[in-house]
């Protein structure tokens, strides 16, 4: 028994001594999520921002953020008047789309979509009007441009289904804010 004690210890300090001179497996790390190029499509559009209407004036501030290790874009908006809505933009991995949700009090939209041609967002979907009262959408989409002053051009149009024509549902001008 003596002398099995004794070889068992001589096996275990043979086998600490080979581990801390054997060579360490080739550990693998794997690569950082969201690097491929699509994810940075909608880059233009994140940081802080006054928002403009058509005849110039402050319309809301929009703040823009690239999150989760750049596999999410989040948007916060507040309006002239003190109201809010936020949404969640990213690549739908399910079909290689950009998809955006957006949700405040007064309505909800959810669509997709890519990069055109131009180099602007193009998003087409849904909106929904009203808390609480699901069932009386239109089809919508929305447009993101950046322009070569840095500002981003953002032009919303919904569907009529009765006319069957696009109208225009809000145009904004995003501008930069200045560091104070």
């Not at 190029?37 to 994140?46: H, L, R």
């Not at 290790?69 to 109201?83: D, S």
């Not at 929904?128 to 981003?152: E, I, L, M, S």
């Amino acid at each position: 028994m003596k002398y099995l004690v004794l070889s068992s210890a001589m096996l275990l300090a043979a086998s600490c001594a080979h581990a801390q001179t054997a060579p360490a497996a080739a550990v693998q790390t794997p690569p950082p999520p969201c690097t491929d190029p699509q994810f940075d499509d909608f880059d233009f559009w994140v940081g802080e921002w006054d928002v403009y209407g058509p005849q110039g004036k402050l319309a809301g501030t929009n703040s823009i953020r690239k999150e989760e290790y750049g596999c999410l874009i989040t948007e916060h908006w507040v309006n002239a008047g003190g109201q809010t809505g936020q949404s969640y933009n990213f690549v739908d991995l399910a079909s290689g789309n950009w998809r955006q949700v957006w949700v405040s009090a007064g309505a909800t939209i959810d669509y997709s979509g890519g990069l055109n041609d131009k180099g602007a967002m193009v998003l087409e979907g849904v909106i929904g009007y009203g808390a609480g009262q699901p069932g009386n959408g239109a089809k919508f989409r929305g447009t993101w441009t950046p322009n070569a002053d840095g500002t981003v051009t953002q032009y919303f149009q919904q569907y009529d289904d009765e006319k069957k024509v696009w109208n225009d549902w809000f145009t904004g001008t995003y501008r930069r804010k200045t560091a104070e």
